[in-house]
């Protein structure tokens, strides 16, 4: 299984950005998660593998949208009204496997 991750940037706030995650190999639920310096990762994200359940952790509720194409085993992350708080390492995960990350700065 690889998951590679595409998307992240510097934006500046209120502006969007747009993550990608292209799978190979299995394709179950998927999440992303983020990572700030000096914090934990946590969860941002999570949907089911057929696309109809999604959950949220509460500081994106409303901002941020999981999706995904089957066809395209593809998952994204759609990030609107960002904030400087958001700025972190970006990485979708599968299960046990996981990608490499995106940056994601916000900052004017």
């Known amino acids: 299984v690889q998951l590679v991750e595409s998307g992240g940037g510097l934006v500046q706030p209120g502006g969007s950005l747009r993550l990608s995650c292209a799978a190979s190999?299995?394709?179950?639920?998927m999440s992303w998660y983020r990572q700030a310096p000096g914090k934990e990762r946590e969860l941002v994200a999570h949907?089911?593998?057929?696309?109809?359940?999604?959950n949220y952790a509460d500081s994106v509720k409303g901002r941020f949208t999981i999706s995904r194409d089957n066809a395209k085993n593809t998952v994204y992350l759609q990030m609107n009204s960002l904030k400087p708080e958001d700025t972190a390492v970006y990485y979708c995960?599968?299960?046990?496997?996981w990608g490499q990350g995106t940056q994601v700065t916000v900052s004017s």
């Open positions: 190999g299995f394709w179950y639920a």
């Open positions: 949907i089911s593998s057929a696309g109809g359940s999604t």
């Open positions: 995960s599968m299960g046990t496997y």
